[in-house]
């Protein structure tokens, strides 16, 4: 399997806020990236999904957005009725 751009070619890259260190495989070829996040943590885990966007940074930005919304919801908290959930996201009827 070829990849179109060489893994290296990442490495001092900027993906969000993590910086790319190092990409590896595991033992069981797995790629691996180590990133070092703005905030000062470093990161370890799953190529792909820092390259994808699911991965934005070691967790701070996911904390800070906890955070706000804590916050938004502080503000919000009259009686608004909760939506429904429908249950059908990530289900496929066939
Ligand atoms: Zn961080």
């Not at 893994?7 to 797995?30: E, W």
């Not at 180590?34 to 370890?44: L, P, Q, R």
């Not at 070691?58 to 429908?86: D, H, I, N, V, W």
């Amino acid at each position: 399997m070829k990849l179109r751009t060489p893994l290296t070619s990442f490495i001092g890259q900027k993906l969000g806020r993590l910086t790319i260190i190092d990409i590896y495989r595991d033992a069981k070829s797995n790629i691996l990236a180590k990133a070092i996040c703005e905030c000062g943590n470093d990161w370890t885990g799953y190529f792909v999904r820092v390259q994808s966007g699911n991965t934005y940074s070691c967790g701070c930005y996911a904390k800070e957005l906890k955070q706000k919304s804590f916050k938004l919801q502080a503000m919000k908290r009259r009686k608004t009725p909760r939506k429904k959930l429908t249950g059908k996201e990530g289900f496929y009827w066939r």
